[in-house]
């Protein structure tokens, strides 16, 4: 077995123009991405001016010198009515030599109150931190619930309650370090954590503060009396440990760490590992501007895995390269770490490619090698050859696979995502460890011009069932106004802003993300499973 042609297909002034292309939807990401980071705005003076930190650099202390941060769902929120980031900063990093899931509200933004985005947020982080079974570190500063928004939030809060005591039933660490107020629904953060260590001076923990219990109860009394860090740490005995600053919080989280006593229960390392045998960096003119025109994923692939060294024979060995296309599957190692990668080539999903996807799905699982999917698909080829022979029976026969899989599989949309081909590639329905957008993708029921297409037809067909004329007029403003909805709310920062992925990355980090998410994968065991349940033949 060899290595693949790595000649470039596209002309040299086509990738040019492909490069500078993806290089101004990085710049945009980018400007997004800060808009994020300053969502607090005055507030961030406002808050550095009282002494305290803000998210990120509570978070950056938090952090083993020099480890990275895999921040996730920088974008929550976007283009809906709530602060980008959603209150909150989450994200992966090493904490004393330990990886963990970091959950930090962020008081700069309405005092780090809850909200809708925020919560699916958080929701989404847990979900992570438990299939992984990461520490979950939470750096606590929050009014609780956004209370014009209680009546999206007060019933499906309850379940980021839930998922903390459970956490805690599976032997999953909980730590909460509390800066600043944590009051009503947000008291129950450090309330169910396993430790929790408050800032004296500065941590105000309690279900009703004084204006609530005065209402209330009639009772005269200060933050102090009711929440204090200090109150806490000698009389309630909520608080395990006091902490003279924010600083001293930071070094407590850390030592509580360090002790946990974790280790990795599915641990793939192989040992040194080659770089990629082409330049990440050419991912930038691989990707047409028009998504609609193909392009090869080896080219994608061969700048994303390990390339051949002494212990590593091929940078990808490929799986039936002759049956099936316009789907490329095929085993490969990104950081030392072993995966089955499956790629779309040319869109469109046949019945060949379903049979080959679905039997690569079953070799992995049977070998216990995560997956790796990525996108470019408009879906499964429709029409009456392809439908008599078989197409629904076959997708679903690779959408059973997918579903059915238990090792990690983590998705990436370097491209096109549509229709049922989002599914058979383990969309975010399916549950995929990690999930990732580039900043070119696109992801819809179908794509914008063949949705609007579908409507027209039945329009007319309707106006020539009831024996009227096709309003030509109306009927081309309804066209054009449906193609460019489905045009924005197919773009990623729209799907993104959803919590429909866990962050719009720049291409040339792919690698270096996958390499965090697979090790992030080995904290536990990876087991595969050969039981598919009936497949339709």
Wanted: charged share 20%; glycine share 12%; proline share 6%.
């Amino acid at each position: 077995m060899t290595d693949l042609d790595t000649s470039p297909s596209p002309a040299l002034d086509q990738r040019d123009v492909r490069r500078e292309a993806m290089l101004a939807k990085i710049a945009d990401l980018d400007a997004e991405h800060q808009k994020a980071v300053n969502a607090g705005g005055k507030y961030i003076e406002r808050h550095h001016a009282r002494g305290k930190l803000t998210a990120r650099e509570r978070i950056e202390l938090l952090l083993d010198e020099g480890a990275p941060f895999l921040e996730l769902m920088t974008l929550a929120g976007w283009g809906t009515e709530f602060t980008i980031g959603g209150s909150t900063v989450t994200g992966i990093g090493v904490v004393s030599g330990v990886e963990c899931m970091i959950i930090a509200h962020d008081p700069t933004v309405k005092g780090g109150s809850i909200n809708p985005i925020s919560m699916k947020k958080t929701g989404r982080a847990m979900q992570i931190a438990e299939e992984n079974h990461l520490p979950c570190v939470t750096l606590v500063e929050s009014g609780g619930a956004d209370l014009p928004h209680q009546k999206d939030i007060f019933l499906p809060a309850g379940r980021g309650f839930r998922d903390i005591t459970r956490a805690s039933a599976r032997k999953q660490p909980t730590v909460a370090l509390v800066f600043g107020n944590s009051t009503a629904g947000g008291a129950y953060i450090p309330g169910m954590s396993d430790y929790i260590v408050m800032v004296d001076g500065g941590a105000k923990v309690f279900l009703g503060g004084p204006p609530l219990v005065k209402m209330a109860t009639g009772e005269v009394s200060d933050d102090e009396e009711l929440g204090g860090a200090r109150m806490h740490a000698t009389t309630s005995g909520l608080a395990d440990f006091l902490a003279v600053d924010e600083r001293d919080a930071i070094r407590l989280g850390r030592r509580i760490v360090a002790r946990l006593n974790v280790s990795k229960k599915g641990a793939r390392f192989t040992g040194p590992y080659a770089e990629p045998l082409l330049d990440p960096e050419g991912l930038l003119e691989i990707i047409p501007t028009d998504l609609k025109e193909p392009f090869d994923p080896r080219e994608v692939i061969l700048r994303l895995v390990d390339g051949p060294s002494e212990t590593n024979e091929v940078s990808f060995d490929e799986f039936k390269p002759l049956y099936g296309p316009s789907l490329v599957t095929g085993w490969a190692r990104i950081h030392g770490r072993p995966i089955g990668i499956i790629a779309n080539a040319q869109g469109i999903l046949f019945s060949k490619e379903a049979q080959k996807a679905t039997q690569f799905i079953q070799l992995c699982n049977a070998s216990d090698t995560p997956l790796l999917f990525l996108h470019n698909t408009t879906g499964y080829m429709v029409g009456k050859e392809y439908e008599q022979g078989g197409i629904i029976k076959h997708g679903a026969m690779m959408v059973n696979a997918v579903s059915n899989s238990t090792v990690p599989a983590i998705s990436i949309l370097i491209g096109a995502s549509y229709g049922a081909g989002n599914y058979g590639m383990n969309g975010r329905a399916y549950d995929p460890r990690f999930l990732f957008t580039w900043p070119n993708a696109k992801c819809a029921v179908m794509g914008p011009q063949q949705l609007a297409g579908v409507m027209e037809i039945v329009a007319r067909g309707a106006a020539e069932s009831k024996g009227v004329a096709y309003d030509e007029e109306a009927g081309a403003a309804t066209k054009a106004f449906v193609e460019d909805m489905i045009e924005q709310q197919s773009l990623p920062y729209f799907l993104s802003g959803m919590v429909y992925d866990d962050g719009v990355i720049d291409p040339r980090d792919t690698r270096s993300i996958l390499g965090i998410c697979l090790s992030v994968i080995e904290n536990q065991p990876i087991e595969g499973n050969l039981n598919f349940g009936v497949f339709r033949m």
